[in-house]
């Protein structure tokens, strides 16, 4: 089944704490990316990557960390989370740019404290 | 920088009811995507527009592109309880995001 994997779906943690946050897809797509959902706010880009060892910055990139080493993972560190950072996190991806359909994971409930 | 204004952020309707959400933009946009989020759930891809006044229909779902390529609609005709959600527009190449409507069906 073509899907987005996130992991985990809850991660309650302390400021400060580093942590990554997995996706993977299994659709071979070229161009995937992070969002994070506050209320009200819609979705933000934090990081989108178009191919391999290739990422930038989106809207809201600051505190995170991304990398692209294999095609189908993607990703998202924070080094030192800081309360702020509490939000619900998306990885998504699309076959070639961020102008196509977009697939979502299922999301990452983040709760820094 | 760029933005996309979308209203109204919650439509309460009765069920039965026509349910419209708008997205608009002070610049010309390439395209634009409309998505559905059903509560606790992850954005799920409905459509893409592309050419300037095109309208696309999905049953009881219809989508606008403006002729100037600044605005789009999604009206949905007598909502169901499987309409519930938000939804949400994104445009232009590295898809700028609407805030979102929420549609909350009256008991």
């Known amino acids: 089944e073509a899907q987005v994997t996130q992991n985990p779906r809850y991660l309650i943690t302390v400021t400060g704490k580093k942590l990554t946050v997995t996706c993977s897809q299994n659709?071979?797509?070229?161009?995937m990316s992070w969002y994070r959902q506050d209320p009200g706010l819609g979705l933000r880009q934090i990081y989108y990557?178009?191919?391999?060892?290739?990422?930038d910055k989106g809207d809201v990139p600051e505190g995170y960390k991304v990398s692209r080493k294999e095609k189908r993972n993607f990703p998202l560190i924070l080094e030192s989370p800081s309360p702020n950072q509490t939000s619900l996190y998306f990885c998504?991806?699309?076959?070639?740019?961020?102008?196509?359909?977009?697939?979502f994971g299922s999301g990452t409930q983040l709760s820094v404290l | 920088g760029q933005q996309v204004m979308q209203i109204p952020q919650y439509q309460h309707v009765q069920e039965g009811e026509d349910f419209t959400t708008y997205c608009n933009s002070s610049?010309?946009?390439?395209?634009i995507q409309w998505y559905k989020q059903r509560p606790g759930g992850h954005p799920v891809f409905l459509i893409q527009l592309v050419k300037s006044g095109e309208v696309k229909k999905q049953k009881r779902l219809t989508f606008q592109f403006g002729e100037a390529k600044k605005n789009s609609s999604l009206h949905i005709t007598a909502t169901q309880t499987t309409d519930v959600g938000t939804y949400f527009c994104?445009?232009?190449?590295?898809?700028?995001w609407g805030a979102g409507t929420k549609l909350i069906i009256k008991p």
């Open positions: 659709m071979n797509h070229e161009y």
């Open positions: 990557s178009m191919n391999v060892e290739v990422t």
């Open positions: 998504a991806s699309s076959l070639r740019t961020g102008n196509e359909k977009l697939f």
């Open positions: 994104a445009a232009t190449y590295q898809l700028i």
């Open positions: 610049t010309t946009l390439s395209n």
